[in-house]
């Protein structure tokens, strides 16, 4: 009588177990294999397209096809990225419709050889930022800010390129950089970047991401992204005078009085001052 209780019981337990919506697309295989679903599924990466940009600027947001030109996306992502070289960008997993952060990292499922694990993009340090004559891209040296499974790998610095090939198509990619996450070998990193909002207010650039690992550690994911910029878009232009208080600006004020003549009756303009050249017998 007792045996048919516990069997009644195992099979009750079981039947509850295989009810859950997490287990009920699970073969009895893999129930065996791993009762707890601790494996790390490892997704191929996709990369959604947006179908327009969103371009913010004086407070204010639209789409940028309907009065924007690719060139001057371009000039604006420049200005952007000049005024935040040298600083670290934050990285954050977020939410297209509101461009609100709901993690303040991006996580992607990986294997480190047979073990899996979870890589983690939190900030990029925006070490350089040029251009070249005759070319419509931006180039950048990036240093990612990369976990996994509580450990930091040793990586390069990702060359990465920025190009508008169109008001609503701006890629941000790079050829792969490489990562030590083991002591098999190389890791290699690639990531593409396609944006969709660019918020010169306030330095936010969002789109969807595609990063994928190969060699030892492999794997990959998709999503969408938010880049916080420690800096807006704005000066755009170099502040190149000197401060008036400065001791420079004293003294310069102080030899432009002595050249000009006290009996000058001439009109002097606040900027532009006319010296009468003597003649020397």
């Known amino acids: 009588m007792s045996g048919q209780i516990g069997s009644k019981l195992v099979l009750s337990v079981l039947a509850l177990f295989l009810s859950s919506c997490d287990l009920r697309t699970r073969s009895f295989k893999d129930i065996i294999n791993d009762p707890l679903n601790e494996h790390v599924e490892v997704e191929n990466a996709k990369l959604y397209r947006p179908s ?58 990986i294997k480190i050889g047979i073990t899996p694990g979870y890589f983690y993009l939190d900030s990029a340090k925006i070490t350089d930022v040029s251009v070249t ?22 990586c390069l610095a990702s060359r990465t390129i920025v190009f508008a090939k ?11 950089y490489s990562c030590q996450m083991n002591a098999i070998g190389q890791t290699s990193v690639k990531t593409v970047f ?21 060699g030892p550690t492999y794997g990959g994911g998709t999503g969408y992204m938010l880049i916080r910029m420690p800096k807006d878009a704005y000066p755009l232009a170099p502040n190149l005078k000197a401060p008036k208080n400065s001791k ?4 310069g004020e102080q030899l432009l009085q002595q050249e000009v003549p006290q009996n000058y009756s001439g009109a002097v303009n606040s900027n532009v001052k006319v010296f009468p050249i003597t003649q020397k017998n």
């Open 248 to 251: 420079v600006s004293r003294l």
């Open 133 to 154: 004559k005759g070319n419509s891209q931006i180039s950048l040296v990036l240093n990612y800010g990369i976990t996994y499974n509580g450990q930091t790998p040793d």
């Open 194 to 214: 396609s944006i969709d909002y660019i918020d010169l207010d306030y330095g936010y650039i969002g789109g969807y991401y595609s990063i994928g690992l190969s």
């Open 52 to 109: 327009s940009i969103i371009f913010c600027r004086n407070k204010q947001c639209a789409p940028a096809h309907l009065s924007m030109s690719k060139e001057y996306i371009h000039n604006s992502l420049l200005h952007l990225l000049q005024n935040n070289s040298r600083k670290t960008a934050l990285i954050c997993e977020a939410d297209p419709s509101s461009h609100a952060c709901i993690e303040n990292y991006v996580q992607l499922p």
């Open 166 to 176: 169109s008001p609503s198509n701006i890629i941000w990619e790079d050829p792969g």
